[in-house]
């Protein structure tokens, strides 16, 4: 998957995010947003044929190790959100019966 | 010795830390006093970094791990990241003892608070483009939890508001950060300071660098991505208010500050002026939406809004003397926003009611309360001798010599002035009869904020140059200043008296403007290209 096709799933999680009516939908579009970032930084750090990062000294043409740690530190901060924000959610729903951004958001107190 | 004493920016980020973890998990009584004990050592750690700083100009760099620069993580230090620092332990510290009383028994919110605490100076002090990122997610995340933590209905929608919005800027910063990497094989700051002017593919850079500012002016609360911010901060308790308007949006002008001005120094886009004027959009538009609501939090919210404009306007400039008045405006905006915020609170918390125009009689029936609101008012409207109108006064060398742009300053400071004297008329009327809770800690902690205050307007010329190393050449003390002062006090009056009070439709309209979350993120995609544009042409 070349990197043009990442920018493009970003992409769509921004158009998602402009248009989605509902804040499940804009939880998930933020999610998709976050997987084409770290599909874009697995794939700019790939290497075609390159071999795992180990320092051996034995293994040659290694992939660059710094995106996949990153990468894994970006998962892990993704899932918290998206944990915290389905908990919110559902404390959303119980309060106004909804999860529409409209009505949420229109009501007073 | 040295070599601990070298390694005390790690312990500012894990005293609180562990504190909070041991306050959490040791439900004793006696536990959550284990606050104070951190706030102090935090102190001594921070003091005791502070002398070995100026002896070793050497040794401000501190590399985790052994790896060498490029590769390890690292936090360094220089002069603005230590003031910084001094501000998050001092504000952290007076909230606390603001909070204490009410929150003696709530070991959860102690964890969220402190764990907050040592995030915000991790990321001041960190030099790691990605560790950068990873703090200012976590501080995104415990923000929610604090905003949503009086589990009410609004309290929920302004938390996932907040969440949402800002993790998306966030993540825009991060895709920032990816190119980069992509181009220069480094995500070190001061390295990255070094390669960025003479290295890489220009179109990348640009682009980098016009997806990070934007991406970390949604967590700055800029026009037009600041509509989080009033739900936020007019939603939250009031301590948890002053922790955000004080602290919290300025760690994200921070980050602007050392991506402008460290990072993408020798790129050479030269954008001061883009964000000049961003800055002044966003000080006029805060200061309308301030004027027309009635609520006392949501009036100070939108406050934050417009100050974060002024501050826009100082440090975007490349002159010494407007940049150093906008970093002074941060720190003086930190005291005397927490000062309103918590003034306020305990009005609110009295009078049971948030209507500005509802509480009367502030003056009679709590007096220090009273005169401490004054001295936070005639700060942020910039009056002599506070310290309001000194970071205004270097700013305002960014607008000499240029007419729009001053009358356009003339004009943010008329609105703060009536939106304020709107706000005063808590003061007076007669003394209202309320049952009055005694709490001495409450009170100390804003006569703290409102000595501080008074302090930095009185001895601004030894501050100016023991933090900054500048003197300034001006006299502000000239009576000119006071009689111009007047001069605004009675125009504001007239205005807020023939114009505001009446409440004409267009004032009604402002107040029930809403933005809906997807024009929000509509707004980001509109910001993000017309930066694009204004980078690219």
Known sequence: MSPILTIIVILVGLYGLATSKNIIKSVFCVTIIESGLILLFLNLGNLEGGSIPILSGLVENIVDPIPQALMITTIVIGSTITALALMLCIKIFHHFGSIEWKEVLGREE | MNDFLAQIPIFLVFIPVVFSIIIY???????????????????????????????????????????????????????????????????????????????????????????????????????????????????????????????????????????????????????????????FGTINIRVLQELIGTQGDRTVVKFAYVIMMSGISVKAALFPLFTWLPKAHGVAQSGISALLSGLVVKGALYVLIRMERFLFVEAGFHMNELFFWIGVVTAIVGVTFAISQKDMKQILAYHTVSQVGIMMMGISQIGLTPFYGGVLHIINHALFKSLLFLGAGILIKHYQTKKVYEIKGALKTFPIVAVMLIIAMLSISGAPLFNGFVSKSMIKYAVKGNFIKEALFFLINLGTVTSFIKFSSVLFGPKAILVKEKNPLQIISIIVLGLSCLGIGLFYQVIASSIFGITISTNLWEISHFLDYGLFLVIGFLFYRFVVKKDYLPFQKIRHFKLTFESANYMFVVYLLVVLGVVFL
């Open chain 2, 25 to 183: 998990l040791f439900k004793a009584k006696w536990t959550t006093y284990l606050s104070f004990v951190s706030q102090v050592l935090l102190l001594i750690a921070f003091f005791a970094y502070l002398s070995f700083w100026r002896l070793h100009p050497g040794d401000h760099l501190l590399v985790f791990g052994g790896w060498s620069e490029r590769i390890g993580i690292s936090f360094f230090h220089d002069g603005l990241s230590l003031t910084f620092s001094f501000l998050a332990i001092f504000i952290f510290s007076v909230i606390l003892m603001y909070l204490f009383k009410f929150r003696r028994k709530d070991h959860k919110f102690f964890f969220f608070f402190l764990f907050l605490e040592g995030i915000f100076l991790g990321m001041i002090q960190t030099n790691d483009l990605f560790n950068m990122f990873v703090f200012l997610e976590l501080t995104t995340v415990l923000v929610t939890v604090l905003i949503s933590y009086q589990k009410s209905g609004p309290s929920f929608q302004a938390g996932i508001y907040y969440l949402l919005l800002n993790t998306v800027g966030a993540l825009f910063f991060l895709i920032g950060i990816v190119f980069l990497y992509n181009v």
